[in-house]
Each structure stands twice: as C-alpha cells, then as structure tokens.
C-alpha cells in the first residue's frame, strides 16, 4: 500500500492547561509521528494511521526554551481518546494519558 492510501482513524486529544499556570499566552505544539503542529488549548481531533502505533506528544514553548514535554505512544487497539496535562510551573513535564470515559 502506498503512502498516500493508507488507512487511517481519528483520535480526539484534550490539551489542558491548570487552572494555576506560572506562564501566559503559551500555547501547545501537539507531535504526531515526528511532526510537530501547533494547537489550541481544548479539544481537538487529529488523524492517524489505523493499522500501527503511533507516537503522540505535546509541549510547550515559551520564547526561551521547550516545556511541560509528555509522549504517549498510541496502539491500535486503544481508546482513541487522549488528555494533555500541561504542568503548572515552565520547567516540569507535562503528562498524556487515556482518556477516561466520563473525562473526555
């Protein structure tokens, strides 16, 4: 199969941010198989590839330097729905996880 036709789902990721945050005006880059694009707090749905697992991550960037880095690598047979947790200080991890069913 070419790379053009291969078959694909939509997984729905939540990026949250604390209530509490030591930084304003950041918004997250979300990295999807190695290629990263910029997103929006909330939730959003991106396309992935439906047959292999795939790694998701998301940080943050403050002008200075990269933050609040998580990755979570994404199988075929898991709950397409995952949660960013943006970290409340910009020098701590952030944390990717699958979503509950009532945390979506």
């Given at each position: 199969?070419?790379?053009?036709d291969?078959?694909?789902?939509r997984?729905q990721?939540?990026l949250r941010k604390p209530?509490?945050?030591?930084y304003?005006?950041?918004?997250?880059?979300?990295?999807i198989?190695?290629?990263?694009?910029?997103?929006?707090?909330?939730?959003?749905?991106?396309q992935?590839?439906?047959?292999?697992?795939?790694?998701?991550?998301?940080?943050?960037?403050?002008r200075?330097?990269?933050?609040?880095?998580?990755e979570?690598?994404?199988d075929?047979g898991?709950?397409p729905?995952?949660?960013?947790?943006?970290p409340?200080?910009?020098?701590?991890?952030?944390?990717i996880?699958?979503?509950?069913v009532?945390?979506?």
């Amino acid at each position: 199969m070419s790379h053009g036709d291969e078959a694909t789902r939509r997984i729905q990721l939540s990026l949250r941010k604390p209530w509490f945050a030591l930084y304003a005006g950041v918004r997250p880059t979300l990295v999807i198989a190695g290629r990263g694009q910029p997103a929006q707090w909330g939730v959003g749905t991106w396309q992935v590839p439906a047959d292999r697992s795939v790694t998701v991550g998301a940080y943050l960037f403050n002008r200075a330097w990269r933050f609040g880095q998580a990755e979570f690598s994404l199988d075929p047979g898991d709950r397409p729905s995952l949660v960013y947790r943006a970290p409340a200080l910009p020098f701590l991890r952030g944390r990717i996880h699958v979503a509950e069913v009532d945390e979506t």
